[in-house]
C-alpha cells in the first residue's frame, strides 16, 4: 500500500534557525507529493508541491524537492520565524484517471519556534 | 476565487445522538469534494469522496456516511455517535487535472462526543 512516513516531532527550533523536516513515502506508482501547514486552531493549507522527480516545490521561503532515488521530500527553511510554528504535513497522491484521489498523509510533525 | 465553508466550527454531542456537518464550495464547478477526519494523536484519514451529485465513494467502513444532494454541497452525517467518532472534521475540494490536481482544504469542525 502507500504510506508517508515523517518525524513526529515535536521539533523545537530558536528563531533564525535553519529547518530539516524528513519526510519519505512508499507509493504503488509515481506520485505527485505535498506539503500541507496547519495553525493552530485551523484547517490545512497547501504549502508546496511537486509531480514529478527532481521537481522543487517552494512557498514563503519553504523548499522540498522531489527525489525519487531516495522516495523522499524533505521539507528545509533557511531561517524560520516564530509565525512559522505549526503543524506541518507530508502527503501524496497517486493518479489513478478513474476519478478522485484521495491524499495519504504522514501524522505530522509539530514545529515550535521560540524567539 | 475559490472558497470552501464548514459549519459548524465546534460541536459537543452526546453518544447515540445524529449528527449532520456540511460542506459548501464557492467559485467552482463539478468539483472533486472529500471528507477527511483527524483524530487525536493520529494523521489525517480519507473517509468519503465523491466526482459528482449522488457519487459517494467510501474509503473505511464505519459509523458514518455521506451525501452530495447539490453540486458544490456535501454532507457527513451519523444515526449514532461513538465516543470514536470525536475529532477534527476536514472537507476538501479539487478539480481533476491529473497529475496536477490538488485538494485545497475547508477551516473544519471539532467534534466532542461525550
Known amino acids: 500500500g502507500n504510506s508517508v512516513t515523517q518525524m513526529e516531532g515535536p521539533v523545537t527550533l530558536s528563531e533564525e534557525a535553519f529547518l530539516t523536516i524528513n519526510c519519505t513515502y512508499t507509493?504503488?506508482?509515481?506520485?505527485?507529493l505535498f506539503w500541507y501547514v496547519q495553525y493552530p486552531g485551523e484547517g490545512l493549507q497547501l504549502l508546496l508541491k511537486?509531480?514529478?522527480?527532481?521537481d522543487k516545490g517552494s512557498n514563503k521561503g519553504f523548499e522540498a524537492t522531489y527525489r525519487k532515488e531516495t522516495t523522499s521530500f524533505h521539507l528545509e527553511k533557511g531561517s524560520v520565524q516564530v509565525s512559522d510554528s505549526a503543524v506541518y504535513f507530508c502527503?501524496?497522491?497517486?493518479?489513478?484517471?478513474?476519478?478522485?484521489?484521495?491524499?495519504?498523509f504522514g501524522k505530522g510533525t509539530h514545529l515550535i519556534i521560540q524567539p | 476565487s475559490q472558497t470552501i465553508h464548514q459549519w459548524p466550527a465546534t460541536l459537543v454531542q452526546p453518544v447515540g445522538s445524529p449528527l449532520s456537518l456540511e460542506c459548501t464550495v464557492e467559485?467552482?464547478?463539478?468539483?472533486?469534494l472529500y471528507w477527511y477526519r483527524q483524530a487525536a494523536g493520529r494523521g489525517l484519514q480519507l473517509l468519503f469522496y465523491?466526482?459528482?451529485?449522488?457519487?459517494i465513494s467510501s474509503e473505511v467502513p464505519q459509523n458514518l456516511s455521506a451525501s452530495r444532494p447539490q453540486d458544490r454541497q456535501f454532507i457527513l452525517s451519523s444515526k449514532k455517535l461513538l465516543l470514536s467518532d470525536s475529532g477534527f472534521y476536514l472537507c476538501?475540494?479539487?478539480?481533476?487535472?491529473?497529475?496536477?490536481?490538488?485538494?485545497?482544504f475547508g477551516p473544519g469542525t471539532r467534534l466532542l462526543v461525550l
Open positions: 502527503a501524496l497522491k497517486l493518479y489513478s484517471g478513474g476519478g478522485a484521489d484521495g491524499l495519504t
Open positions: 476538501a475540494w479539487s478539480v481533476s487535472s491529473g497529475k496536477q490536481e490538488t485538494q485545497y
Open positions: 467559485g467552482t464547478s463539478n468539483p472533486n
Open positions: 507509493a504503488t506508482g509515481y506520485p505527485s
Open positions: 465523491s466526482v459528482g451529485i449522488g457519487q
Open positions: 511537486a509531480t514529478k522527480a527532481d
